[in-house]
């Protein structure tokens, strides 16, 4: 009887600290998208967080301009518990004036 309760009190205190590393996970997440939509500099954007190991955080989405980057960067570096950011967000592409033709592939008016 000794032997059940002791695994099951072992299993209990396994979970518990799975869970309170998930809490904490999303807990980070949370930090570094709010500060992401509290500046100005990267408000207009939609971000994906995702907290790697060791405080390590991976940043993904679209901007507009390059510059951007170094301040998606900046800002979530600053947030307590971030080690680094690993930022892979992507520069979009600018609108183009002429409609492409996908079978021909050549401009048309």
Excluded: H, W
Aim: glycine share 4%.
């Amino acid at each position: 009887m000794r032997i059940a309760l002791s695994i099951l009190l072992f299993c209990l205190v396994l979970a518990c600290a799975s869970g309170c590393d998930l809490m904490a996970k999303s807990k980070l997440e949370g930090a570094v998208l709010k500060a992401l939509k509290d500046d100005p500099r990267t408000s207009q954007y939609s971000f994906e967080v995702s907290l790697q190991e060791n405080g390590v955080v991976l940043i993904t989405g679209e901007i507009l301009k390059d510059e951007d980057k170094a301040a998606i960067s900046e800002i979530a570096e600053a947030v307590p518990g971030v080690q680094s950011v690993m930022n892979n967000c992507a520069v979009a592409e600018p609108p183009s004036d002429m409609m492409q033709d996908p079978v021909v592939n050549t401009p048309y008016l």
